[in-house]
């Protein structure tokens, strides 16, 4: 009887050191890019391309962050990606979270058929309903303001959605307890729902902060004078016609990644909570 716990034992450790291997295997993987970008931003120009698969620079150049702010105004491109992303998250989640409770709890006529309108916007990409968001946006002398990045990015169906399902979690009866006390539906909003949501919120500020932080075209599009750029664009205006320094273009990156690592590793355990949470209930 030991022999056989022993070797049920052996075999389970084997089998977790496997997986280890594996999981260990794949962080290397997905972390070996990340790495070369900071190793190329603190090479020289000639050993970029001289030791381009180098994960090692011979020495430490921090000066090509630097060249970065001189070469063009990077501090202005980075404080208007701030303002934009959480004017964004702001927006996105102040209107999903409303419409995500009124699909959820409150009852009317044509509810679920216009829910289910709502989500089949997700269908419909972006890049489709662009010229008309700019005929929109031109028309109310809203291009090349940072507005039209705002307006246009914080209705969202998918963040209904995923808040809408974690709603769906939250038990009636404390909403039926606080409505004893006199509360209606706003207050049990405020007072009830949005305080159990942190993790489900915060999952979504991760997910729209993703989504605004790197955008691109709508940002290309929509913003043309230089004091308006995004940090996208400015990392685009720093390849060349004939030549690209690459170190000066993955510091720029390095600088664009950073503040989204730190986010998600501040949030990383509500972010993992709420994904976990929010289920498909309908």
């Known amino acids: ?83 934009i992303s959480a004017l964004v998250i702001i927006g996105t989640l102040t209107t999903s979270s409303m419409a995500a409770y009124a699909f959820a709890r409150l009852r009317f006529k044509g509810r679920d058929v216009l829910f289910f309108l709502y989500l089949a916007t997700l269908m419909i990409p972006r890049q489709v309903v662009l010229i008309p968001n700019f005929i929109i946006f031109r028309e109310l002398g809203l291009l090349d303001t940072h507005w039209s990045l705002v307006l246009s990015g914080i209705f969202t169906a ?82 060349g016609d004939f030549d690209v320094k690459w170190n000066q273009v993955m510091a720029a990156t390095v600088i664009s990644v950073a503040p989204i690592v730190v986010v998600y590793i501040s949030a990383q355990r509500y972010f993992v909570e709420g994904i976990a949470l929010t289920g498909v209930k309908g």
Do not use: C
Request: glycine fraction near 2%.
């Open 1 to 83: 009887m030991n022999t056989i716990q022993s070797s049920q034992k052996t075999k389970r450790r084997l089998n977790i050191t496997a997986l280890y291997l594996l999981l260990a295997l794949l962080a290397a993987f997905f972390f070996i890019p990340f790495w070369w970008m900071v190793a190329t931003s603190l090479k020289t120009y000639t050993e970029v391309y001289t030791r381009q698969y180098s994960l090692i620079p011979t020495s430490l150049h921090f000066e090509n962050y630097r060249s970065v702010f001189k070469a063009l105004p990077f501090a202005k491109y980075l404080y208007n990606t701030f303002k």
């Open 158 to 239: 998918y963040g209904t959605f995923l808040l809408r399902q974690f709603f769906l979690s939250i038990p009636k009866e404390l909403e039926e307890a606080a409505v004893i006390d006199g509360y209606g539906y706003w207050a049990r909003f405020m007072n009830i729902i949005i305080p159990l949501s942190k993790a489900a919120l915060t999952t979504l500020l991760i997910i729209t902060l993703l989504s605004i932080w790197n955008e691109y075209l709508y940002a290309l599009v929509f913003l043309q004078s230089d004091r308006n750029r995004t940090l996208t664009l400015g990392i685009s205006l720093l390849r």
